[in-house]
């Protein structure tokens, strides 16, 4: 087919979205998205082959929404609204057509409702499948909600799934395809896109999109504003489903909610004097001192994914 025949095909299916149109669109030398807010929020992730998927355990559209999701959650932790994604593909040859057009669907499928869309990209040929997205999002006249805002006093809440990615993960790890729930969210994250922008609404003065784990994540929030987060585990959701695979497992569920990442949850630190209200669950506090305590105890257990460790 070659470069510009798969080009052709791809930019076809982000075309066939309902989402509203750019100025410029895929086809020229760059795409120009309207900016009302006069800033624009941009975020970038890579995600390879083997590394961060595999083609065995998650399907081509599993892979699109993928990587969509957690860039898209990015932005949604700025407090701001996705507008649009730029996608690169570097792509071995013989990938099959139809698994990329599936790849395309699924970036596509995961855009729609927020209103974004694919605008744009580039494509090369690769030993090694590899997928790059970056995404951009319009703040709407609201300052972004930054990692170093949170102060003594503040509560710390999150909103969304934690521990079900890894819980998946550990899954298909041992060779399993079920429970579906936990393989489904290591697949398809699930992240709360509108609890973003309303976090911000709401006073969040820092929030992190949860990526790499609980603690870890938290923890950046920690060294950005010059403080202390203690977490108490008591507080955090440890659904059933949780608690049978790890029982099945031989593992300890809250092991998957504290350092288990992939589930792009948000946590946020608001106002002590004005904790949010559901969905997002209060889980700790901000007091003076640096880094995360768990139980008044530092955390001794790996905190979360380092791709370097």
Same mark, same amino acid.
């Given at each position: 087919m070659g470069e510009f025949g798969l080009v052709e095909r791809l930019t076809a299916r982000f075309a066939a979205s309902t989402a509203p149109e750019p100025a410029v669109g895929p086809g020229d030398d760059a795409a120009v998205l309207a900016a009302p807010d006069g800033r624009v929020v941009a975020t970038t992730d890579l995600l390879v082959d083997g590394r961060h998927f595999r083609r065995d355990w998650s399907t081509a559209e599993d892979v699109g929404r993928k990587a969509a999701a957690?860039? %898209?959650? +990015?932005?949604?932790?700025?407090?701001?609204? #996705?507008?649009? =994604? %730029?996608?690169? =593909?570097?792509? #071995?040859? +013989?990938?099959?057509?139809?698994? =990329?057009?599936?790849l395309a669907d699924g970036m596509r499928a995961e855009c729609e409702p927020l209103g974004a869309r694919v605008v744009g990209g580039d494509v090369v040929r690769c030993d090694t499948l590899t997928v790059a997205v970056t995404a951009l999002g319009d703040l709407r006249g609201r300052d972004p909600v930054r990692r170093d805002g949170a102060r003594p006093g503040d509560v710390v809440a999150y909103t969304g799934r934690l521990g079900w990615a890894a819980a998946g993960l550990a899954v298909l790890g041992r060779g399993f395809r079920s429970p579906v729930g936990v393989v489904a969210a290591h697949r398809r994250p699930e992240p709360p896109y509108a609890e973003g922008p309303r976090a911000a609404g709401l006073g969040a003065t820092a929030m992190v999109d949860v990526s790499d784990g609980l603690v870890a994540d938290l923890q950046h929030v920690a060294v950005a504003s010059g403080v202390g987060i203690e977490l108490d585990t008591a507080r955090l959701e440890l659904p059933a489903k949780l608690r049978d695979v790890g029982t099945a497992l031989g593992i300890d569920p809250m092991t998957w909610v504290l350092a288990g990442g992939e589930d792009h949850a948000l946590a946020a630190t608001f106002p002590g004097a004005s904790p949010p209200p559901e969905p997002w669950r209060v889980i700790g506090r901000v007091a003076r001192g640096r880094g995360v305590v768990v139980d008044g105890s530092a955390y001794d257990a790996p905190g979360g994914w380092d791709h370097f460790r």
């Amino acid at each position: 087919m070659g470069e510009f025949g798969l080009v052709e095909r791809l930019t076809a299916r982000f075309a066939a979205s309902t989402a509203p149109e750019p100025a410029v669109g895929p086809g020229d030398d760059a795409a120009v998205l309207a900016a009302p807010d006069g800033r624009v929020v941009a975020t970038t992730d890579l995600l390879v082959d083997g590394r961060h998927f595999r083609r065995d355990w998650s399907t081509a559209e599993d892979v699109g929404r993928k990587a969509a999701a957690q860039n %898209l959650a +990015d932005v949604a932790a700025m407090g701001a609204h #996705p507008t649009g =994604l %730029l996608v690169g =593909l570097a792509v #071995p040859p +013989d990938i099959q057509v139809a698994w =990329l057009e599936a790849l395309a669907d699924g970036m596509r499928a995961e855009c729609e409702p927020l209103g974004a869309r694919v605008v744009g990209g580039d494509v090369v040929r690769c030993d090694t499948l590899t997928v790059a997205v970056t995404a951009l999002g319009d703040l709407r006249g609201r300052d972004p909600v930054r990692r170093d805002g949170a102060r003594p006093g503040d509560v710390v809440a999150y909103t969304g799934r934690l521990g079900w990615a890894a819980a998946g993960l550990a899954v298909l790890g041992r060779g399993f395809r079920s429970p579906v729930g936990v393989v489904a969210a290591h697949r398809r994250p699930e992240p709360p896109y509108a609890e973003g922008p309303r976090a911000a609404g709401l006073g969040a003065t820092a929030m992190v999109d949860v990526s790499d784990g609980l603690v870890a994540d938290l923890q950046h929030v920690a060294v950005a504003s010059g403080v202390g987060i203690e977490l108490d585990t008591a507080r955090l959701e440890l659904p059933a489903k949780l608690r049978d695979v790890g029982t099945a497992l031989g593992i300890d569920p809250m092991t998957w909610v504290l350092a288990g990442g992939e589930d792009h949850a948000l946590a946020a630190t608001f106002p002590g004097a004005s904790p949010p209200p559901e969905p997002w669950r209060v889980i700790g506090r901000v007091a003076r001192g640096r880094g995360v305590v768990v139980d008044g105890s530092a955390y001794d257990a790996p905190g979360g994914w380092d791709h370097f460790r």
